[in-house]
């Protein structure tokens, strides 16, 4: 007969005896989980875009994040990269580029063409790209190339062409796009488009502008074709009429943001239609900042991205001198912009970040940059903004890009917390691209 003593430590053995099996079996599971071949970021802030940062380890097989977990087992067998408490963010998307280059005031255009803007973009974190509007054969080509892994670049999206009426915004470049003027036109040069696979398709809807523009019937009847197809279209608008129209046909986004005070039920119609906006104030507020503010051209990534003929053209004393008595004027018209998306963000209107770079006063990878801080000027959070252009703009795109189980390692890790001011997003310390580390400005972060 056991003494009551001999009957608790016979317990107490019994207990310590299943433990160190389940401890033992819980090893053999993650032994069994992980390969030599996986790799672990550890010790790191990831961005989650409902709950902000967390601190989190992520695990990366093959491109594709396998693991998202609170910590790693002591016998991971795999590569161990230790973040040291810096911050990740998702791969930006840039949702409306021209990626010929950069466009260089009073001087020959630094035009690298799409290729070198996609492997040049990567420096400034930027993992995609949306081409709305280019030569289409070019960009059939180049993004082809990219996605059989010709070359390391940014994930190259594009809408090829886009559909405007003849000598219609788009058709003065010189470059063939797709006219049409009634709705038989519409539904051939869509049929002929779709064999191209665009994966979002572009419409000029502007008619009141002074070149010729579509019709709404013609407008109504690509968005159709559109929908029926799968794809999501971006339409190119001017006033805020253009966006009622918009809304009323059911189109996915629409890029730009009018002049002048938002009316009220802009932003609400938007929302309940499903309409997402993408601003580009890069292009449309951020030239009075590149001449009147020194710190935008005296960021360290720029020089990283551009030639230094790019910078001092926005540096000319000429060009400051030209527009000098308008300071005024551009600052108060981009207080009516940014109140007009705070006001859209505010009613739900989801948000993608694109910058229309290829014209003035914007620059390809940067101006994603300065497209997030214009959205924090417009009184939008640092989380807001974030998201704007990673999350919000992959799910656009029907792509899984982030830190959660079965996501695109695309990915960006910052030496700086970006919510407590958003410039950090261009302290990039590693960008990651399909699980493969493509930039390493911090030479710390070593595999062990």
């Known amino acids: 007969m056991f003494s009551p003593i001999n009957i608790k430590s016979f317990a107490i053995i019994i207990y310590a005896t299943l433990l160190l099996g389940c401890l033992s079996a819980e090893q053999k599971t993650a032994q069994d989980q992980y390969s030599q071949q996986d790799i672990a970021y550890v010790n790191g802030q990831f961005f989650n875009p409902s709950l902000g940062f967390e601190s989190k380890t992520v695990i990366i097989r093959e491109g594709i994040v396998i693991a998202n977990v609170v910590a790693l087992a002591d016998n991971f067998p795999g590569k161990v990269i230790d973040l040291q408490g810096k911050w990740g963010i998702p791969g930006l998307i840039d949702m409306h580029t021209h990626s010929f280059g950069n466009f260089i005031p009073n001087a020959k255009n630094d035009a690298p063409g799409t290729q070198g803007v996609s492997q040049r973009v990567l420096k400034a974190g930027v993992t995609g790209l949306v081409d709305l509007f280019g030569d289409e054969t070019a960009l059939i080509d180049v993004r082809t190339r990219q996605r059989n892994a010709e070359f390391v670049g940014a994930d190259i999206y594009a809408s090829l062409t886009c559909f405007t009426a003849p000598k219609g915004h788009c058709s003065e470049y010189g470059i063939t796009t797709r006219t049409v003027s009634t709705v038989e036109q519409a539904q051939k040069q869509m049929v002929e488009l779709a064999k191209q696979k665009p994966d979002v398709i572009k419409i000029v809807y502007q008619p009141s502008d002074d070149q010729p523009s579509i019709s709404k019937a013609v ?22 009429q253009d966006i009622r129209d918009a809304a009323e046909v059911g189109v996915s986004a629409v890029t730009h943001v009018p002049r002048g005070k938002i009316p009220q039920d802009i932003a609400d119609l938007m929302a309940n239609s499903d309409v997402a906006i993408i601003p580009t104030l890069s292009v449309h507020s951020d030239f009075v900042n590149y001449l009147f503010d020194p710190s ?3 960021a ?49 209107v989801k948000v993608l970040v694109g910058t229309d770079a290829g014209n003035w006063n914007t620059i390809q990878g940067y101006s994603v940059h300065r497209e997030m801080k214009l959205l924090t000027d417009a009184g939008i959070s640092p989380l807001q903004a974030i998201a704007s252009a ?49 930039v390493q400005n911090d030479l710390s972060l070593s595999k062990l």
């Open 219 to 240: 407008f109504a009847q690509l968005v159709q074709d559109s929908k029926k197809l799968g794809i999501k279209s971006i339409a190119h608008i001017k006033t805020w």
């Open 296 to 298: 935008v051209l005296d």
């Open 300 to 348: 360290p990534l720029l020089s990283q991205l551009v030639p230094d003929t790019l910078i001092s053209a926005y540096r000319s004393n000429e060009l400051i001198a030209k527009y000098q008595d308008r300071e005024t004027s551009f600052q108060q018209r981009n207080e009516a912009t940014f109140a007009a998306v705070k006001a859209m963000s505010d009613a739900g």
């Open 390 to 438: 990673t999350t919000h703009s992959a799910n656009f795109l029907g792509i899984k890009s982030g830190f959660h189980e079965g996501d695109h390692a695309n990915f960006v890790i910052l030496n700086a917390s970006p919510v407590e001011d958003i410039l950090n997003t261009q302290q990039i310390a590693l960008v990651v691209k399909n699980g493969n580390i493509v």
